[in-house]
Nanobody, 125 residues
Framework: QVQLVESGGGMVQAGGSLRLSCVAS????????MAWFRQAPGKEREFVTG????????TYADSVKGRFTIARDNAKNTVYLQMNSLKPEDTAVYYC??????????????????WGQGTQVTVSS
């Protein structure tokens, strides 16, 4: 069992940047692949990016490639999402998620049994 707490959301103008953090507690952090998903109003939850336990494999959704960067600090039990060149279409609630499938980055929500409470990101035009 792992508990996840996100922070760092907020409101920013288009072209701006935000950094999200997700702190994990409970079982050993390196037991998990970590990921970020997002959900906009009226839309399904979608995969943004994920990172395996040792940062050996990282995957990004096409919509964020070149703009977003995921990283993890296993000593701090924390995964980060650096978001640059933000667009209004990035507006959503962003969720941190964890799965014990630690050698691959799964991209469907059903692969992740552990979720944070979400943090709102709003990008104005």
């Amino acid at each position: 069992q792992v508990q996840l707490v996100e922070s760092g959301g907020g409101m920013v103008q288009a072209g701006g940047s935000l950094r999200l953090s997700c702190v994990a507690s409970g079982r050993t952090f390196t037991s998990y692949t970590m990921a970020w998903f997002r959900q906009a109003p009226g839309k399904e939850r979608e995969f943004v990016t994920g990172i395996t336990w040792n940062s050996g494999s990282i995957t990004y959704a096409d919509s964020v490639k070149g703009r977003f960067t995921i990283a993890r600090d296993n000593a701090k039990n924390t995964v980060y999402l650096q978001m640059n060149s933000l667009k209004p279409e990035d507006t959503a609630v962003y969720y941190c998620a964890a799965t014990a499938q630690r050698f691959r980055v799964a991209s469907t929500p059903s692969d992740y049994p552990y979720w944070g409470q979400g943090t709102q990101v709003t990008v104005s035009s």
